[in-house]
């Protein structure tokens, strides 16, 4: 409550948990270095070691690789453009925060990690011989919003909270509901044709791995219910 002699309080104009900005700065920092510091043979190097290539998986034996499956996780804090990091950033913003603010920070950090490794085994489903790398926070930023669908996009009133509130909504009243069925059917459409049709900004002939962006987004609203602290508020 505010009194004569201060001004009354006001709302911040961003809420961004902790382990959120904890991704911000690792995702920056990555790039930061490849464009800055490293030179291209080094940042090429980088990119072969740390970006996730289907290839490695099928064709070297990377199922039995430790280092192949630390590729899995690593791609995700790597982006090819100064546009694609922060495209993603701001959507990490939007989704990430509520997300995290609702499950806490070792929860959000396990979800990015069991989405992002989900992303990419989709794209991998699909072209395993593939030799181009894939870089990008997109596939487990789409599993938050998956997750944030199965929320019904509900968000807590209370004064510096930006967690999702409420029950996990139940698959099928989920889909029966309006605003998360528009979003869903606009968000899988939108996603299938800028990955058949478009390119990344800034990344000349790269396409759009739409095939990780949907598994990612599966695993996040099927899977949210195994991620969130307390089903019953």
Not at 26 to 54: H, K, M, R, W
Not at 76 to 100: D, E, K, Q, R, Y
Request: net charge positive.
């Amino acid at each position: 409550m505010s009194t004569p002699d201060q001004p009354p309080a006001r709302e911040p104009v961003f809420n961004i948990p902790g382990v959120i900005l904890a991704i911000f700065a690792l995702c920056g920092a990555v790039f930061l270095v490849e464009t800055y510091v490293l030179t291209d043979a080094q940042d090429s190097n980088f990119v072969l070691d740390y970006a996730f290539i289907p290839a490695r998986f099928s064709q070297f034996g990377g199922f039995y690789s430790p280092a192949a499956w630390l590729t899995t996780i690593t791609y995700s804090f790597m982006h090819g453009s100064f546009t694609h990091i922060a495209v993603n950033m701001v959507w990490l913003a939007a989704f990430g925060s509520p997300l995290a603010a609702r499950i806490g920070p070792l929860r959000t950090s396990l979800f990015w990690v069991v989405t992002a490794i989900a992303a990419v085994m989709m794209h991998f489903a699909i072209y395993p011989a593939s030799p181009i790398p894939l870089v990008g926070a997109s596939g487990a930023i789409s599993g938050m919003m998956g997750a944030a669908a199965r929320f019904g996009f509900r968000r807590s009133t209370q004064r510096n909270s930006a967690a999702f509130t409420g029950p996990i909504l139940p698959i099928a009243v989920a889909l029966r509901t309006r605003t998360v069925l528009v979003f869903v059917a606009v968000w899988f459409i939108t996603n299938i044709a800028t990955g058949l049709f478009a390119v990344v900004p800034g990344e000349g002939a790269a396409t759009i791995a739409w095939e990780a962006h949907i598994g990612g987004f599966l695993i996040g609203f099927f899977g949210i219910a195994l991620f969130d602290r307390d089903n019953r508020r």
